[in-house]
């Protein structure tokens, strides 16, 4: 075992990328879980989805833009632009609609886990749509996964029937969303690929909201509050922090340290809104994270390729 005088400068600079790689996905996933919260604001303002998404999406692409101009990472093949904004329009938008929609009928912290169910999900359709072998963690997961779901939904309380459904759909299109991109993400860079994302369902939701001739202005404190909420805090910088994290501890261990997100989108939702658990869903939310937690961890004689269970963090 080492000793403090055996250690040396290259381990002490280690160990302290390590440590702000932890703390950078630690930040990320504490900042995206406030995405329901500035939602819940917004709807208290008069704003419906639609019109929160524009603003969001519109915002968070500007500021993003910015990032990518600044590091001249605009100077990329045509073939890369159309892949992320038809990401972004196919794939993105959709799913991205339906967790604001989950977030209408439920409260935050509830939505959260039932959007952790995606990676087993993703286990499921992989096995079903590209023939992948699940491996033993996998079933694990997708069981103890499927059991939470069950438990999550056995008592839903005082919320409508509505509001779980577009919760699962959550997960389902965002499940969908990462197996028919995966390829194509795998080839784009992170931030690059989020911003033409980004920037694609901004004009997804606007021609929707000019279409149903709902625009909306935020002018109320609260309302720009709410605007510049989603947009930064719980957009923008998860996705740059995320990123961060991921060159210095990698994908594997920023996922896993991002399944803290819903815990803390639970105590957040808890301590603003009054949310309440009851023991079965709060079982079946234990269950759900395990299912993750299960996924993420690294095989310890197999190489982490592309069939490994290291998933993103959501991106909604």
């Not at 994302?197 to 404190?221: D, E, K, N, Q, R």
Request: charged residues 10%; glycine residues 8%; positive net charge.
């Amino acid at each position: 075992m080492n000793t403090p005088a055996d250690t040396t400068p290259l381990d002490s600079a280690v160990g302290a990328a390590r440590f702000k790689g932890v703390a950078l996905a630690a930040i990320s996933a504490i900042t995206f879980s406030t995405l329901g919260l500035f939602a819940k604001l917004a709807y208290s303002q008069g704003m419906v989805p639609a019109q929160a998404l524009a603003w969001r999406f519109s915002l968070a692409a500007v500021i993003l833009w910015a990032v990518v101009l600044g590091r001249g990472g605009q100077h990329r093949p045509i073939r890369e632009y159309r892949n992320a904004l038809l990401l972004g329009v196919l794939g993105f938008s959709p799913q991205a609609g339906l967790y604001f929609l989950a977030v209408r009928f439920l409260d935050p912290g509830i939505a959260s886990l039932l959007l952790y169910l995606y990676p087993a999900f993703v286990v499921g359709m992989s096995m079903l749509f590209l023939k992948r072998r699940p491996r033993r963690a996998q079933i694990a997961a997708l069981l103890a996964s499927g059991l939470g779901c069950v438990l999550t939904l056995w008592t839903r309380g005082d919320y409508p029937a509505i509001g779980y459904v577009f919760g699962l759909a959550v997960a389902l299109s965002y499940a969908a969303y990462l197996v028919a991109g995966e390829r194509i993400l795998a080839t784009l860079d992170p931030v690059f690929a989020t911003t033409n994302v980004m920037t694609a369902a901004a004009i997804v939701y606007w021609i929707i909201t000019l279409a149903s001739g709902a625009f909306f202005l935020p002018t109320t404190p609260l309302a720009i509050a709410g605007v510049i909420g989603i947009a930064t805090i719980g957009s923008v910088i998860p996705i740059i922090t995320l990123f961060a994290s991921i060159r210095l501890i990698g994908s594997a261990d920023a996922s896993l340290v991002s399944t803290i997100e819903p815990l803390f989108t639970v105590l957040l939702s808890a301590l603003l809104l009054g949310e309440r658990f009851t023991a079965l869903q709060l079982e079946g939310g234990a269950l759900i994270l395990a299912g993750v937690v299960i996924l993420n961890l690294r095989p310890r004689r197999r190489r982490l390729d592309a069939d490994s269970s290291t998933l993103p963090p959501p991106q909604l």
